[in-house]
């Protein structure tokens, strides 16, 4: 049997099913959930959404909804006078009802007085965090704080390495409505935000660079190039970046396709990617661009050669890093250092591997107690 007062059915006819398994709201699709064990959709959670965030349900459907389904936020939501405005005849009621007592008071004072003593006092309650919230926050966002909360969102999701899908978490919608519940209505999608969000992001940091670059052309007068082929699930892909400075900028991903990627091809890329920046920078490659950076393969030094026939003034470097790392693989396949090495890693592994020996290393190394 149902719970009193509650009509589990009423909800459900503002819901849809896009899937099997999935129900949506029926005012704003981005509302997805996953069906219950039964493959029924969750009433109690739709109806929270229907009543507490869904910003196109119209106003008579949420105070029917919020009338027949007594759940915990909608209930909370009540005593604490966010609902008002759902019921605009409770003020008109509620005089009526005073008049009415008025009128009784005055016919029956020893009754009236009598019931006054012994109303029992409103109990006072612990506030909670939602007593808190500001009235900011439950407002409209203007446009201007709506594009700075969407930049952040990207700069988080990219900075952290995060999935776009982390939009439609029901876990990252609920922080969400916590900080600020009038940005969860209007937070971008999963879809929106690399359609949208991301190329916004890439033009912020492209201007962040040329700033840096402008401002501080004394210390950091030009431009290096980078590019760095890549293995992804799609095939292979070259990522170009652009560096000033502290700064790295992601320029663009390249898909050779059925390209054979020789030095020829690596070279018209660099030369495109330098024409390119200058135009941006409304200025000529000589002012704009100082050197190339690639990995340490053949292929990428015949590069370096044909760019700098078309740029004489670009330093074309390896990747000095992988370098060193090479070096340091060539030295240590000679005889003697790789027997040095070896012994090093067994007296290694040896300290390592034994507690005692490793506390009177770091005894000895002065490191210990």
Known sequence: MSKAGRKPGLVLEHVIKPDPHLSSCMYCPDFTISCNSTGNPQSARHA????LSCANCPDDVRRRI???HNTKAINTAKELGKLDHLYPDKDQSESTFASTAAASSSASTTTATTTVAHRPKKQKTQASITNHVSASSTSKI????LKELNMLLITLIVGCGLSFNVVASVFFVNFIKML???YAKVMPTRTCLPRTWLPNLYLEVKKKVYSFRR???AAFPYLTVGLDAVKTQSGDKINVTESCGPFVQFNRCIDPGT???NHHYYAEKIVTVINEGAADAGSTPFD?????????TSTNYAAFKLVEQVFPWLICLGCRTHFFDLVCEDVFNIDEFKAILKAVLAATKFIKGH????KLFEQIKGKGP
């Open 48 to 51: 929270d959404h229907a009543v």
């Open 66 to 68: 919020a009338d027949a």
């Open 142 to 145: 203007g446009p201007a704080l």
């Open 180 to 182: 600020n519940p009038a």
């Open 215 to 217: 401002n501080n052309s």
């Open 259 to 261: 390209n054979s990627q």
């Open 288 to 296: 704009v661009y100082a050197a190339v950076v690639m990995d340490n």
């Open 355 to 358: 507690k005692r020996v490793l």
